[in-house]
């Protein structure tokens, strides 16, 4: 008696049932999955072979006179004797949850991929349920591995939308991020440069407020895609938004370091000048700003500044 892999099956049960009669004997197969019974009354007899985590096999078999039997059994688990559709094979638990999920799953990435991140997300929880389901109720250890494969997918693409769904959901958004981490962490356990992971892990953080931690992430990304220097333009409005001029500046020629032609950058630079007094760094900048976007929300304030005396007659 052997698996479909063909390996023995040790601790397998042959029951023999003899037609007509209230006679049974049951031998179980050894470390080779091999068994023997003898001294059969030559008559029909019923056999059943079974083993645990395995859907059973039945039928009848006449034994003739001196006339040795030889036969070999395939068991199936559940979950093969439903792909195979063995008929009468019981049903999967294991299977039914998986094929669930992976039809949830499938509905929820085609929403994803055409951004209905909301519509996407009760499908992609729905898949999160039916696979930890499903590898609960895996009959052996090889069908548990592959699910857990296809586990893994779901639960990184399901962390991904519940952050996707937190940035237009005011009112749960919290709440999304934070059942959001665990998942994109785990991602990222298991693929420490998973880049979209990272991304959403700092959005995520800092939406939270969580700074330090997601500063921390912010440099893990900056290690695989360079600085962003929209985020560091962004610290250093922060810091200019709080009357911070110093702590702004450093900010704000980091991000020029990062791209040199980031125009917003030389006009925040520039408003520091003016309310340093610095009229001469004023100037520069914000005709720098002006040079690399003419038409920019801040152009026509910063021709307005140069058209003033303070400015206009610095040479």
């Keep these: 008696i052997k698996n479909a892999k063909g390996a023995p099956i040790t601790g397998a049960t042959v029951l023999l049932k003899r037609v007509g009669m209230e006679w049974t004997k049951s031998v179980t197969t050894g470390d080779d999955g091999k068994f023997m019974q003898v001294g059969l009354d030559p008559r029909e007899y019923d056999i059943e072979v079974s083993a645990t985590g395995f859907v059973s096999l039945k039928l009848r078999e006449r034994i003739r006179v001196s006339e040795p039997i030889i036969k070999d059994f395939v068991l199936l688990t559940p979950q093969e004797a439903a792909a195979k559709g063995v008929p009468g094979a019981p049903p999967d638990p294991s299977a039914q949850a998986e094929n669930a999920g ?14 209905q991140f909301a519509e996407a997300l009760p499908n992609f929880e729905t898949a999160y349920k039916h696979l930890s389901e499903s590898i609960d109720k895996a009959s052996d250890a090889t069908t548990k591995s592959e699910l857990e494969k296809k586990f893994i997918t779901v639960e990184r693409v399901y962390g991904f939308t519940l952050a996707e769904v937190a940035k237009v959901d005011q009112e749960r958004g919290a709440d999304l991020n934070k059942r959001a981490l665990p998942l994109i962490k785990q991602a990222l356990v298991r693929d420490p440069k998973d880049q979209n992971a990272l991304i959403y892990l700092v959005e995520a953080l800092k ?7 997601s500063d921390k992430y912010q440099i893990e990304l900056d290690k695989l895609i360079g600085p962003n220097p929209g985020i560091v333009y962004n610290k250093g409005v922060e810091a200019f938004n709080a009357g911070k001029m110093k702590e702004a500046r450093p900010f704000l020629l980091k991000t020029l370091e990062i791209d040199p032609k980031y125009a917003d950058a030389f006009y925040l630079l520039a408003m520091c000048d003016y309310s340093d007094m610095d009229m001469k760094g004023a100037k520069q900048n914000l005709e720098k700003y002006l040079e690399i976007a003419p038409t920019g929300k801040n152009a026509d304030t910063a021709k307005a500044m140069l058209a003033d005396p303070s400015l206009k007659n610095i040479k």
């Design 207 to 213: 939406s939270l407020g969580e700074t330090a931690e």
């Design 102 to 115: 992976l039809q949830a799953f499938n509905d929820g990435v085609n929403q994803f991929n055409a951004k």
